[in-house]
């Protein structure tokens, strides 16, 4: 059974650029969640996709997107990057939408200066 | 906002057991509780997870409450390895995990 992966590893971009971060959900799951993570702090919830669609949002613009492919690996875009946005972006998949256990990939370092 | 307590640090020497309270007194009854864990810049890492009755797996034992207001992990022969941040979160398993500052665990030798 394959786990969560990422990529890149590590990126660095420059303000006012754009980022695409990508995951590859673990074998026999359909959700995937995207969780972003600053220094010193715990991961927090950008947005969850199950069977190719958005469902639910955490408080981030819209610069924010995401996709969902039929294989049910994702993408991650982040829009006119901002010095803020520097952090470690983490996926999670999850075999479903109800009481499901989210497993986390290692995460995409990004840098933005 | 996280709606667990954890204490911000524990140590524990290599070999004996880390016992970690959480706090979780606003815990509805649809709520489980879980537990992850965070090696130094790498994702977090599913230990275990629990509604009401005490569990237990190969990585550690989740101790509840009766009133299910506090739990404790219990890693019972801690490792060097077992250095990290511990996370624990009230989920319903719909959406997302609300993550707070967590307990730093630190085991010397």
């Known amino acids: 059974e394959t786990g969560v992966t990422q990529s890149p590893t590590h990126l660095i971009k420059t303000r006012g650029q754009q980022v695409t971060l990508r995951c590859s959900s673990q074998?026999?799951?359909?959700?995937v969640s995207w969780y972003q993570q600053a220094l010193g702090q715990g991961p927090q919830f950008i947005f969850q996709y199950y069977r190719e669609e958005e469902n639910g949002r955490g408080n981030f613009p819209p610069r924010f997107s995401g996709l969902q492919f039929p294989n049910y690996s994702s993408e991650l875009n982040v829009n006119a990057l901002e010095l803020d946005d520097s952090a470690l972006y983490l996926c999670?998949?999850?075999?479903?939408?109800?009481?499901?256990?989210?497993?986390f990939g290692p995460g995409t370092r990004l840098l933005v200066l | 906002d996280a709606k667990t307590t954890q204490p911000t640090s524990m140590d524990c020497a290599e070999g004996r057991a880390a016992n970690l309270p959480c706090n979780h007194s606003?815990?509805?009854?649809?709520?489980?509780v879980y537990w992850y864990r965070q090696i130094h810049s790498q994702g977090p890492q599913y230990i275990i997870h629990?509604?009401?009755n005490n569990e237990t797996n190969e990585m550690a034992s989740l101790i509840i409450t009766e009133d299910r207001k506090s739990s404790t992990l219990i890693l019972p022969h801690a490792t060097l390895r077992d250095t990290a941040v511990y996370y624990c979160i009230v989920y319903t398993g719909f959406q997302k995990l609300v993550f707070g500052t967590g307990t730093r665990l630190l085991v010397s030798p």
């Open positions: 074998s026999g799951h359909n959700t």
């Open positions: 999670a998949s999850s075999s479903g939408l109800r009481r499901e256990t989210q497993y």
């Open positions: 629990g509604l009401k």
């Open positions: 606003t815990i509805s009854g649809n709520e489980y």
